[in-house]
Nanobody, 115 residues
Framework: QVQLVESGGGLVQPGGSLRLSCAAS????????MGWYRQAPGKQRELVAR????????NYADSVKGRFTISRDNAKNTLYLQMNSLKPEDTAVYYC????????WGRGTQVTVSS
């Protein structure tokens, strides 16, 4: 059973940066395309960035394109999300999961963008 543990969130001012990490246990991480999702209060969880299993193909939601970068290190079973030029509307709990959602959800990491 793969477990996902997100970290790296926090409080940051508008225009600031954060780097999120997602550590996955188990041996199937490198086999699966992965994504970063977020859920803001009162809203549905949305996919904001995705990456194929080898790490060479990425795709972003329009709302974060040009500001966020997803990457992965399969040797370390870790997924990353570099977030730059953060805006208040990026405030949410951020989660990682496989694109086919075969893993259980972790607890997520809170990102708050506020002055």
């Amino acid at each position: 059973q793969v477990q996902l543990v997100e970290s790296g969130g926090g409080l940051v001012q508008p225009g600031g940066s954060l780097r999120l990490s997602c550590a996955a246990s188990g041996s199937t991480f490198s086999l699966n395309a992965m994504g970063w999702y977020r859920q803001a209060p009162g809203k549905q969880r949305e996919l904001v960035a995705r990456i194929n299993n080898a790490g060479g193909i990425t795709n972003y939601a329009d709302s974060v394109k040009g500001r966020f970068t997803i990457s992965r290190d399969n040797a370390k079973n870790t997924l990353y999300l570099q977030m730059n030029s953060l805006k208040p509307e990026d405030t949410a709990v951020y989660y990682c999961n496989a694109l086919n959602l075969i893993y259980g959800w972790g607890r997520g990491t809170q990102v708050t963008v506020s002055s």
